[in-house]
């Protein structure tokens, strides 16, 4: 399973970088989840619009779904139309999204299909466990598996609950917002993390490898670095554009050491070294 990032800043886009968007590929099968402001531009760097299987959208707010529009207009009023294109969300959340544009067609490439809380989806050769986490609107965390054991598993926009926890065990790639280097305003604490909670989170959750995801323009990624480390976690990076990454499944000897390799940080240009015994 590989996993190519295709923005990661929070709220709105900083520069050079979209929001969030992550683009899955396992076994010929592609899944974009949360296609948000300005990740059209880097998803085109690495296969057409048609290419794509299937949509996993977390939440309704636009930094998380906003590109879901010209993927569809590619889609439908391209020289290489296609059938419609299953997406996953929370019920009623694209609504004001597919209603903003004024070609009608447009709105019918997508095939809409409610999320659930506590069910397992399968899409092409992977296996999509969903679960309703904390934040402003509803929105779901994803556990998506490969047929090998591969692992990986998005936080969305949440803060700290048990359910997130539960999602996140053993995982070879957490993928955690983390909109703050440190300290979430009062307001915002329920709803969002920051990076010292994320790596707690990794490792409670025993996970091999954090993406650090949806930092706010204004955050300091090197500090967010910083101070996943400083609470514990070593084996982490930030979100960036064109980074690609391979979630391999953990040893079948369970009892085996999973972190018999030390924790390192790579920033963005290597592959990370796993966490778990058997990279």
């Not at 544009?101 to 659930?116: N, Q, T």
């Not at 598996?145 to 591969?150: E, I, N, P, V, W």
Request: proline letters at 8%; aromatic letters at 4%; hydrophobic letters at 45%.
């Amino acid at each position: 399973m590989e996993l190519v990032v295709l923005g990661g800043s929070g709220a709105w886009p900083r520069a050079g970088q979209g929001c969030s968007g992550y683009l899955v590929e396992d076994d010929g099968f592609r899944l974009l989840i949360d296609p948000g402001y300005g990740v059209m531009g880097e998803l085109l760097q690495h296969c057409e619009p048609r290419a794509i299987d299937a949509v996993l959208i977390s939440h309704g707010h636009p930094d998380h779904c906003a590109d879901l529009n010209p993927l569809l207009r590619a889609r439908v009023l391209g020289e290489d139309s296609c059938g419609p294109l299953p997406v996953l969300a929370p019920e009623g959340s694209l609504d004001a999204l597919l209603a903003l544009d004024p070609v009608a067609s447009v709105a019918s490439g997508a095939e809409l299909r409610p999320l659930v809380d506590g069910s397992t989806i399968t899409l092409g050769p992977l296996s999509v466990q969903v679960a309703r986490l904390r934040h402003h609107v509803t929105t779901f965390g994803f556990r998506i598996a490969s047929t090998d054991g591969a692992v990986l598993v998005y936080t969305a926009d949440s803060g700290d609950s048990v359910e997130r926890l539960a999602l996140a065990r053993n995982a070879g790639l957490l993928i955690a917002e983390a909109s703050y280097p440190e300290g979430v305003p009062d307001e915002d604490a329920p709803y969002l993390s920051d990076a010292a909670q994320v790596a707690r989170l990794a490792s409670d959750a025993d996970v091999d490898h954090l993406l650090l995801t949806h930092l706010m323009p204004f955050a300091d990624p090197f500090m967010a670095l910083v101070q996943a480390r400083a609470a514990g976690f070593d084996a982490v990076e930030v979100a960036v554009p064109g980074l690609r990454r391979t979630i391999e499944p953990r040893p079948d000897a369970t009892w085996l050491p999973r972190r018999a390799a030390p924790r390192v940080i790579t920033l963005t240009t290597s592959r990370p070294r796993r966490a778990a015994s058997g990279s």
